[in-house]
T-cell receptor, first 111, second 113 residues
Framework: DAMVIQNPRYQVTQFGKPVTLSCSQTLNHNVMYWYQQKSSQAPKLLFHYYDKDFNNEADTPDNFQSRRPNTSFCFLDIRSPGLGDAAMYLC??????????FGPGTRLTVT | AQSVTQPDIHITVSEGASLELRCNYSYGATPYLFWYVQSPGQGLQLLLKYFSGDTLVQGIKGFEAEFKRSQSSFNLRKPSVHWSDAAEYFCAVGAGTASKLTFGTGTRLQVTL
């Protein structure tokens, strides 16, 4: 089945230690998104790629970076995680103008 | 800018009872509207969507939603709830295209047996 895959499902990192989260898709969608979701809150869009064009949300901290080396893969890099960055990180994909499909998420814990 | 309001934070219904989850949106043009469901520790699953056309849309798992422009609403309904429907439900609006979504704060559904 076509899908959005996120690895790892659970990630524990230390305060200030860089961490990378991975997302891949078999849907061949040209748009990929990263969301941050804190407990009992709605998902918050961090940035998205339209093909290779990167679109950052105005309030996304500089600590968050992203890479999209090809259509299938997208990475979220957190350069110096703080305790406030502990959250669920959701990847989603879509064709332009169509609905988004979400992966299962990566739960990030910062110790 | 668009916004979404889900006035009910938490709803409890008995299994077999009907369900209606409320969603109100604010957007200047014709919106793209969605309902997603999220089980604990999981990603979001698309239940249904409205882009244009028939204002009553059918989704998966027996859910439906009705777009009412005059009320700026897109309420989610199910005639008979199952215990497995217990989850968090998010309404979302897409601006211009579906590409950037604004989510409501969610409604947590609890189902009693």
């Amino acid at each position: 089945d076509a899908m959005v895959i996120q690895n790892p499902r659970y990630q524990v990192t230390q305060f200030g230690k860089p961490v990378t989260l991975s997302c891949s898709q078999t849907l061949n969608h040209n748009v990929m998104y990263w969301y941050q979701q804190k407990s009992s809150q709605a998902p918050k869009l961090l940035f998205h790629y339209y093909d290779k064009d990167f679109n950052n949300e105005a309030d996304t901290p500089d600590n968050f970076q992203s890479r999209r080396p090809n259509t299938s893969f997208c990475f979220l890099d957190i350069r110096s995680p703080g305790l406030g960055d502990a959250a669920m990180y959701l990847c989603a994909t879509s064709r332009v103008g169509y609905e988004q499909y979400f992966g299962p998420g990566t739960r990030l814990t910062v110790t | 800018a668009q916004s979404v309001t889900q006035p009910d934070i938490h709803i409890t219904v008995s299994e077999g009872a009907s369900l209606e989850l409320r969603c109100n949106y604010s957007y200047g043009a014709t919106p793209y509207l969605f309902w997603y469901v999220q089980s604990p520790g999981q990603g979001l699953q698309l239940l249904l969507k409205y882009f244009s056309g028939d204002t009553l849309v059918q989704g998966i798992k027996g859910f439906e939603a009705e777009f009412k422009r005059s009320q700026s609403s897109f309420n989610l309904r199910k005639p008979s709830v199952h215990w497995s429907d217990a989850a968090e439900y998010f309404c979302a609006v897409g601006a211009g295209t579906a590409s950037k979504l604004t989510f409501g704060t969610g409604t947590r559904l609890q189902v009693t047996l």
